[in-house]
């Protein structure tokens, strides 16, 4: 790919609701917009009930949104963003996440070096550890990856006019969606490892409840792209393994052998926090078998 004679201009976007800490995530990406040599803005998009235009900061946009009759959506705040914004690229960036220092022009470079037109940064915990650290693709240094969040995503525009936006059907899983639509449409996802932002992911018991919800996006994800549905044990085995493991757990009602089965992850992640990461697939498993019976029943109720 040819390499940018200037830097993209760039719009940072980030989506927020109820959500003190975005102030923060404001405060210091207007910082990395001061370091970028080329045009940089903020926007950011504040589904808060009765939130007024609150900064008027130079480079700084405050949009309010609200839904028409409905619960406002992730996906639809970002498609907001993606319509209002003005650069050549929109870099997501979660609320509440903090940039380290020359995060934005580390992010844009594989943009404007090799010309990438998408660009996956990393993440890590804030706090404490937390699996979302792991990730697979990211852990294993993957040059390209097959999907990403957008917790710290840089998208060409060109982009969003092939793949089309975000999917406001979804609640969570809309930026997953999006990125497997972009590599079928022959986009590759560029990994920057030396972008980074940290999140705080909350207390342990609303990052479980995350997980849960996470494995029922995942179910809604693999029944839209069917594609994707015969790699499944290759590229996410979770979504297939913890699932029946609770099945049989359930249909054993509790048997010893089959509940000793658990041991096995927990020693093959003796390293990486085990027991943790057994609680958080677990849920996971657990939001995919609930959006299963849901469906289920939606079917049998038809």
Not at 35 to 58: I, K, M
Not at 73 to 79: A, G, H, L, S
Request: hydrophobic share 40%; net charge neutral; proline share 6%.
């Amino acid at each position: 790919m040819p390499s940018l004679a200037e830097p993209p201009s760039v719009t940072v976007v980030t989506i927020t609701k109820n959500d003190p800490d975005v102030s923060v995530t404001v405060g210091r990406v207007l910082q990395e917009l001061d370091q970028y040599p080329g045009s940089a803005d903020l926007l950011v998009v504040d589904a808060t009930p009765g939130t007024p235009h609150r900064d008027e900061r130079p480079g700084l946009r405050w949009i309010p949104f609200t839904s028409q009759g409905h619960k406002a959506t992730i996906p639809e705040q970002r498609n907001l963003a993606v319509a209002e914004s003005s650069g050549d690229f929109v870099l997501f960036i979660d609320s509440g996440c903090i940039p380290e220092p020359g995060w934005l022009g580390r992010m844009m470079r594989p943009a404007r070096e090799d010309g990438e037109l998408i660009v996956a940064g990393a993440h890590t915990s804030a706090e404490r550890a937390s699996i979302r650290d792991q990730d697979l693709d990211f852990r294993h240094g993957a040059d390209y990856l097959r999907e990403a969040p957008t917790i710290n995503l840089a998208v060409a525009r060109t982009v969003f006019e092939t793949a089309g936006g975000f999917d406001e059907s979804f609640g969570y899983g809309s930026d997953v969606d999006f990125t497997w639509r972009a590599v079928a449409a022959g986009y590759r996802i560029r990994h920057e490892p030396s972008a980074v932002v940290s999140h705080d992911w909350g207390s342990a018991l609303g990052d479980l409840r995350r997980s849960w919800v996470y494995g029922q996006a995942r179910l809604r994800l693999y029944l839209k792209h069917a594609e994707h549905r015969s790699r499944i044990m290759k590229d996410d085995p979770i979504a297939v393994i913890y699932p029946v493991f609770l099945l049989a757990l359930l249909l054993s009602r509790g048997n010893r052998r089959v509940l000793a089965m658990a041991a096995v992850p927990v020693l093959k992640n003796a390293r990486r926090h085990p027991l943790l990461t057994l609680a958080h697939n677990l849920a996971f498993g657990a939001g995919i078998l609930a959006g299963a019976a849901r469906r289920l029943n939606g079917i049998a109720g038809a």
